[in-house]
């Protein structure tokens, strides 16, 4: 499997820790930071424990006011609770860009945030994943976020299919699915976005987009591809389960209505 061909990086900068921080006296960004859901900060209130808080982090901006980067629910939580003060972590002399990217770092393996809103988190960041992925979803005048004749869905999927082959390959992955089934909302399915991606990512260079758009569409609609792909997963097909695999059985699709018709030589082997 591809390595992910981004990253996110931070230049060194100075961190106060542990430091007690009035909660009047933050912020909250909501271009980097996820949306702030007012019903878990009140479950957190209901049964909150001062002393489990743990630290919040923090950015302190040029201008000395203080920014939240991690931690909003149990900041707010603590001001539904009537708590004055709350220990943080105070970065200093990062941008807003540079605070979304801290934000993403923070919860890559904690309590990770919709993928829509790291998406847009991502964006304000300026991270290169999320950028070249929003670049080339408006190349086909797409939106990311629901899926619809216009929209995606998968924010995850198609983040994937950046972050494992290239923005060259998921420009060529929405190309193939529009010529294969035309412009409407089951051709963005993630499933088969993904399946396609993950066949041009590895065959691409021996394969002619648009003679492989063709062969997709001989084998039915993407309406059609969907209900087979989840048909097969349900029973078991190619080993499937779970999203990852129904992906997996979409590329053996792909891989199957690309061979079909050609001589053993100039077949692909999945």
């Given at each position: 499997m591809p390595k992910a061909r981004y990253t996110f990086e931070l230049p060194t900068h100075t961190v106060d820790y542990g430091?007690?921080?009035a909660i009047t006296d933050l912020n909250i960004d909501p271009q980097a930071q996820r949306t702030l859901n007012e019903r878990r900060a009140q479950q957190i209130a209901n049964n909150v424990v001062r002393e489990a808080i743990g630290s919040i982090i923090v950015s302190q901006r040029d201008?000395?006011?203080l920014y939240i980067v991690d931690g909003q629910h149990r900041w707010r939580a603590c001001a539904l609770a009537g708590i004055p003060t709350i220990r943080a972590d105070i970065h200093h002399g990062l941008n807003q860009a540079q605070e979304a990217v801290l934000f993403l770092i923070k919860n890559r393996e904690s309590h990770k945030p919709r993928p829509i809103d790291e998406y847009h988190v991502g964006l304000t960041g300026g991270v290169p994943l999320f950028v070249d992925t929003d670049r080339i979803l408006r190349k086909h005048d797409l939106a990311l976020g629901s899926t619809?004749?216009?929209?995606?869905?998968?924010?995850?999927?198609?983040l994937q299919?950046?972050?494992r082959h290239g923005s060259v390959i998921f420009d060529r992955t929405l190309t193939v699915a529009e010529d294969a089934w035309g412009r409407a909302p089951e051709t963005w399915d993630g499933m088969l976005l993904g399946g396609i991606g993950q066949f041009l990512g590895r065959w691409g260079d021996l394969v002619d987009d648009s003679d492989l758009?063709?062969?997709?569409?001989?084998m039915g609609t993407a309406a059609k591809w969907r209900s087979e792909i989840l048909s097969m997963s349900s029973r078991g097909g190619f080993n499937n389960s779970g999203t990852g695999s129904r992906v997996a059985t979409a590329y053996r699709?792909?891989?199957n209505a690309w061979n079909h018709g050609r001589t053993a030589a100039k077949r692909i082997e999945p």
């Amino acid at each position: 499997m591809p390595k992910a061909r981004y990253t996110f990086e931070l230049p060194t900068h100075t961190v106060d820790y542990g430091q007690e921080v009035a909660i009047t006296d933050l912020n909250i960004d909501p271009q980097a930071q996820r949306t702030l859901n007012e019903r878990r900060a009140q479950q957190i209130a209901n049964n909150v424990v001062r002393e489990a808080i743990g630290s919040i982090i923090v950015s302190q901006r040029d201008d000395g006011d203080l920014y939240i980067v991690d931690g909003q629910h149990r900041w707010r939580a603590c001001a539904l609770a009537g708590i004055p003060t709350i220990r943080a972590d105070i970065h200093h002399g990062l941008n807003q860009a540079q605070e979304a990217v801290l934000f993403l770092i923070k919860n890559r393996e904690s309590h990770k945030p919709r993928p829509i809103d790291e998406y847009h988190v991502g964006l304000t960041g300026g991270v290169p994943l999320f950028v070249d992925t929003d670049r080339i979803l408006r190349k086909h005048d797409l939106a990311l976020g629901s899926t619809s004749t216009n929209g995606v869905g998968a924010v995850s999927g198609v983040l994937q299919i950046t972050d494992r082959h290239g923005s060259v390959i998921f420009d060529r992955t929405l190309t193939v699915a529009e010529d294969a089934w035309g412009r409407a909302p089951e051709t963005w399915d993630g499933m088969l976005l993904g399946g396609i991606g993950q066949f041009l990512g590895r065959w691409g260079d021996l394969v002619d987009d648009s003679d492989l758009a063709k062969k997709i569409n001989r084998m039915g609609t993407a309406a059609k591809w969907r209900s087979e792909i989840l048909s097969m997963s349900s029973r078991g097909g190619f080993n499937n389960s779970g999203t990852g695999s129904r992906v997996a059985t979409a590329y053996r699709m792909v891989v199957n209505a690309w061979n079909h018709g050609r001589t053993a030589a100039k077949r692909i082997e999945p």
